[in-house]
């Protein structure tokens, strides 16, 4: 209801795809999920199993653009990855990034460790996806980890996403992109509420 809300106020929904290219493009500073030149830009991402999301796809459809789902890949929650919806999501058109393989804090990992979780999941997803096509990251917890940016650079990955909130432009670094935490049980009043705090704050994004 809250999306619906969001688009019938005049919020275009954008792919991650996108969003890095107008990183690339545009050189007034931006939110993280709204860009308002000439219109605002609501970019969606979900993490964790795909199976949670899979529903998504009627509305994503809808919309004409791609959700990003950030899968992990291993056991969490006592859920493991549903390899039936991911494959479902590829069909029609989700945006696949990596988020680990077990969903540890890498805080608390080495960084071989953190390595090793990276890489892994990336392997996994490109079982489904194709060689070379799996190329963002979100990191577990949205945790700020500069270990994590930089391996992600080094496994050839072209963004990482955190909930570290803030503005971000074309000196943005991909590989630490900020974002807005959302919930999916929010009500529309709660949406509404968010995004008026959001704008009194005299933030561009939602």
């Not at 992600?152 to 992109?177: A, H, N, V, Y």
Request: glycine share 8%; aromatic share 10%; hydrophobic share 35%.
């Amino acid at each position: 209801e809250w999306l619906e809300w969001l688009v019938s106020s005049h919020y275009q929904v954008c792919s991650l795809t996108e969003t890095l290219q107008w990183i690339e493009k545009w050189k007034e500073p931006l939110d993280p999920c709204v860009f308002w030149n000439p219109t605002r830009r609501v970019l969606l991402t979900f993490d964790d199993h795909p199976q949670k999301h899979v529903g998504a796809t009627k509305l994503m459809e809808k919309l004409g653009t791609r959700f990003t789902s950030y899968v992990c890949t291993g056991e969490y929650r006592g859920v493991s990855m549903d390899t039936g919806a991911l494959a479902e999501m590829i069909v029609c058109g989700w945006e696949i990034g990596a988020h680990t393989n077990s969903h540890h804090d890498l805080a608390g990992l080495s960084e071989y460790e953190i390595a090793m979780e990276l890489a892994t999941s990336k392997m996994i997803l490109e079982e489904f996806t194709g060689k070379g096509k799996v190329l963002d990251f979100a990191t577990p917890f949205g945790r700020q980890e500069p270990r994590a940016q930089r391996i992600c650079k080094e496994l050839g990955f072209r963004s990482l996403r955190t909930t570290d909130q803030g503005m971000i432009g074309p000196k943005t670094d991909p590989c630490w992109l900020p974002s807005r935490a959302c919930d999916p049980r929010w009500g529309l009043e709660e949406c509404k509420k968010v995004v008026a705090e959001i704008e009194r704050e005299g933030e561009r994004v939602a």
